[in-house]
């Protein structure tokens, strides 16, 4: 057993149920295949979109770090059928939101934010918050600098993609979603299909709304 | 695209951008509004001060000042003996003296000529037989999982002498707050009493911003405010500790104000010599001299909200093992009960001066607020979870068993004490 800190799911499914209803409408209503708009719009789209997606994967970190850290032995400690349909939605759709960030337009930038931001998140809740006598102040008050300074850099991030990434990339004939170095997205994408996006979109919403009454999807069964 | 089938997808794009987006925050809405505007529940509690064999107290709430009558006896089709309010108001309480020992009352509540609510409770006994009676603490509400209304439904199914709640009845202290407890305590409050302790959220705050502070803890249990009426010589306003015997137990309810953690390096809040202050020198005078007096108990059990120590977010509190530990190990207190933190917790204070005496502390801080996740056990844990559960102890003149109950009767711990 591994009596590590972090989040509590029944927190997080609150989260993650918004993050993920955001991600839907997102998803599936914006088209996909909308006409080229004027460039300085193009950019301005391209800007927000790097960016939500960019502090989705923030959230991505932190829903698998609470996920993984209660499969890792949080569980022998807690009735598994409050805690289990939150886990196993937060580690999925916590890896889909980082996988999203490097499928739409990853580059070597995404991918040593999303090392940096982990390896400072899991400094923090796994080390210097044990070390603490008191740990609820520091979780309460430190989680929020954590999330919003990723947040705070991604934006910066997104902008240095709109206007010297990505036009470099369009002079050499790419497009702007394709990867860095490898290729997975239609693997993935056959993965993270629509369908899936909305079952688990009705699956969030539901287990939100039943933790509020002291049930879970499974206690339904 | 014409402009038909362009008018088309818009108008499909709209309503599935509505479907995807409106029911949760929609939910959200209706939930916080349903709950913010929970009613006064018509329901009534007893408790009592420091003789619960011939003296209880009946308190309820009322949305508007009114007088009530309370009409009591043995038998439920014939409550002989009554007591009537002095004066109308909305936070009632009414005594009930010259109780027999281990008898079953029935009572009734009348309010301007139609009867408000009913109940039963039964005194404490003389002797000492076997009973049972319940533990948990920190029933916030707030975004919590709702687990508080599942331990009352599993409260009410056993037959408990009584109810302790080891402090945080709620989060932010609002009206609504109070208001959901009564109503998911309502399940038993008609036939099982309640011992109270103050938790930190309990406190009084000013909730209006009108300089007064509201202090519905104080209100709904006066215990703590009864320095006005003389009934408790033991409180001395800001505080709140009273003591009773139940059959081979004897209870302590303490409250140090002082040594609210959670107020720590606020602004305002405490700073580290505030910890000098933390134990008036009443209370602790008022300790020692109640557990004297309750030396030839065969068991004597102490709660408070703040843990001595445990495996939560809060950690050990030094001052409580180095001043209160002492004390309670010196006099041999069979068990200290605390809440405060959020999860289940049992185990053994060492103490250097008394090794002779550990003390095994339980934390019963499951009671339906959000359960904390990553205990970090300390040396003294011998068990820790955090499942919503409730504790139910069983004593009788030679031994006291603390069985944890998860839902549906799951048994998650057992422990007992021999006299």
Known sequence: MIGTLTLNPMVGIHILALA????????????????????????????????????????????MDIGLSWL??????????????NVILLV????????????????ILDVAFISVVSGIMIVFLHVIIPSEVVMGE????????????????????????VLLIDPRRLDQGESRGSWLSWDASEKLKKIYTRWLTVIFWVLTTFQSMLAFYGYSLLTLV | MTSRSKRKEIITRSLLLALFTIPLPLFYGIYLTRYKGTPVPDTAWISWYDDPRHEVYVAWETNANTTGTVHFGTDPLNLVNSSVESMAVKFHVV???????????????DQDGTTYTTGEFRTAPASQ??????????????????????????????????????????????KFEWNDFFTKASTYLDTIPIVPVRGNHDKPRDLDDDGIDEYYFGNYFPQTVDSISGLNPHDTGEQFYFSFNWSSVHVQVLHFPEIDIDDFGEPGGLNPGDYNRSFTADQLAWLEADLTNAAAMPFRITLFHCPITGAGFYGPNYVLKEELLPI????????????????????????????????????VGCGGGLTDIGLRPVPETDVALASPCFTEVTANATYLEFTTYGFEGTVLDKFSVGA
Do not use: C
């Open chain 1, 20 to 63: 993920q209803t955001v991600f839907t409408a997102i998803y599936l209503v914006v088209p996909a295949n909308a006409k080229p708009v004027k460039k300085k719009r193009q950019r301005t789209l391209d800007f927000f979109r790097y960016f939500g997606l960019g502090t989705l994967s923030v959230f991505g970190i932190l829903f």
């Open chain 2, 129 to 174: 037989p076997e009973f049972t009676f319940g533990l948990f603490a920190d029933t916030q509400q707030k975004v919590g999982p709702g687990w508080h209304g599942h331990t009352a439904k599993e409260i009410a199914n056993r037959n408990y002498s009584f109810v302790a709640m080891v402090g945080d009845f709620v989060e932010d202290g609002e």
């Open chain 1, 138 to 161: 520091l979780l309460e008050d430190g989680l929020v600098f954590l999330l919003a300074i990723p947040a705070g850099i991604y934006a910066v991030i997104s902008l240095v993609k």
């Open chain 1, 72 to 85: 890792a032995g949080n569980w022998t400690m807690t009735d598994w059928r409050f805690q289990l349909p």
């Open chain 2, 95 to 109: 005594n009930l003296t010259g109780l027999a020992p281990d008898t079953k009352y029935y009572y009734r509540i």
């Open chain 2, 328 to 363: 309670l190990q010196s006099y041999n207190v069979t068990a200290v009960v605390s809440g405060h933190a959020h999860h289940y917790e049992r185990g053994t204070l060492v103490n250097q001066t008394f090794p002779e005496n550990p003390l095994t502390y339980f934390v």
């Open chain 1, 92 to 107: 999925f759709l916590g890896m889909q939101y980082i996988l999203i960030v490097l499928l739409h337009g990853g580059t």
